[in-house]
């Protein structure tokens, strides 16, 4: 089935996750991406390990169904190169370091002037303007200036999550405007130059404590797994080991768990209990009563007991369970694509649709489709030879 993209055209200069991620989305949409890589080497997140069949892990899972194109563009050559690819762009989607897009020419104004049909992406750490704007951005640093890892882990401990949050939250926020920016070009005719920072998309997503504490309070933090306003809302032992996780969310679900789990119908109306602005003041009283109730359950009793009585509840799994997880494979949500070193799994596109699917297309290979790119631009053998004799792709 053919993908609601197919017929765009990306071309990207991007690193690591940011970009990619974007990037791998509107691929796995049916967009044709190219990925323009540095010939010494390409994304260096190819080369954080090899865990992924001897690919790296990050790479493999953030370009798939991508064509690799290595090009020198500070070189003149390289510049011709990228700017005949440009011509034949839809959309340019790139995270270089701040300060470099311009100096090459590529920010949107200058991109816009000679292809106003494009569609420009730019993904910074920071955003233009402020006085950070030209500081380095990795996902680390982004969740730790955004208060990510304040509102994670512990009161007195820090943690930052254990996937790159602020790295995600840009790629979504890039991909989204892209395809919105082809809708609007639709209509119009004409590109647009996007940029959508990290510290941005990260201070969005913490938009909870954030609003809190614009309005003038101190947002409550609370540790582990529970919510600072809702309980109960936390991950509880069961008799064997495990962890089950419980989130009650109004005073419905509040009367079910009362009356049909802890075997106390009488709080359910009692008033320390009977609103969830009680329940939160109530908390430590009301972690006992679940406490008491799931230690002496093993997990899938806890969970059969808790679904059965219609509340929301889920086992804590490890990262080596969910890879099985019987939800994944059971809708088979796995796909496996080529790679440089081997076949490699990686989890399906999210969005299930009617009329297209996710697209089999390989992790490239550094340079894969360098001479079939250029002879596509119009290069003959003897100009692609040279190019190469001068280390400019």
Not at 210 to 217: D, E, I, Q, S, Y
Not at 228 to 251: E, F
Not at 382 to 388: G, V
């Amino acid at each position: 089935m053919s993908g609601p993209l197919d017929g765009v055209t990306v071309v990207s200069m991007e690193q690591a996750v940011s970009a990619p991620y974007a990037t791998r989305q509107l691929a796995d949409m049916g967009a044709r991406v190219v990925k323009v890589e540095r010939p010494d080497g390409g994304d260096f997140a190819r080369h954080f390990d090899t865990a992924a069949n001897g690919t790296g892990a990050h790479f493999a899972w953030v370009n798939r169904n991508k064509e690799s194109l290595t090009l020198d563009v500070k070189a003149p050559r390289g510049a011709e190169v990228l700017g005949r690819l440009l011509d034949a762009a839809d959309v340019f989607v790139h995270n270089l370091v701040p300060g470099a897009a311009p100096r090459l020419g590529l920010d949107g104004a200058t991109l816009l002037a000679g292809r106003p049909r494009l569609v420009v992406c730019e993904i910074s750490g920071y955003g233009t303007g402020g006085p950070f704007d030209d500081r380095k951005a990795y996902d680390l640093l982004l969740q730790a200036e955004a208060g990510i890892a304040t509102v994670t882990g512990s009161l007195d401990q820090p943690v930052k999550p254990g996937i790159a949050v602020a790295d995600i939250a840009a790629g979504m926020f890039a991909c989204s405007s892209v395809l919105a920016a082809l809708v609007q070009r639709g209509r119009t005719g004409a590109g647009a130059a996007l940029e959508v920072s990290m510290l941005d998309a990260v201070a969005d997503w913490m938009g909870y404590p954030l609003t809190v504490r614009k309005h003038g309070a101190e947002p409550e933090l609370t540790s582990g797994m529970s919510h600072p306003a809702i309980s109960p809302y936390d991950a509880y032992p069961t008799a064997d080991g495990r962890l089950v996780a419980l989130s009650v969310q109004n005073d419905r679900e509040w009367t079910k768990l009362a009356t049909l789990v802890l075997r106390r119908p009488e709080l359910a109306d009692d008033p320390a209990y009977a609103t969830n602005p009680a329940r939160v003041a109530s908390r430590p009283a009301i972690d006992a009563l679940v406490r008491e109730v799931l230690a002496g359950l093993d997990a899938d009793a806890a969970v059969g007991l808790l679904h059965g009585a219609g509340l929301g509840c889920a086992i804590v799994r490890s990262v080596a369970e969910v890879v099985d997880h019987p939800q994944l494979t059971g809708r088979d949500r796995w796909l496996q694509v080529p790679a440089p070193a081997g076949p490699v799994w990686t989890p399906l596109a999210p969005p299930v649709a009617s009329t297209w699917s996710t697209p089999a297309g390989a992790v490239p290979g550094l340079g894969q489709h360098t001479d079939a790119i250029l002879a596509e631009l119009g290069y003959g053998p003897c100009d692609i030879t040279r190019l190469h004799d001068a280390g400019t792709v």
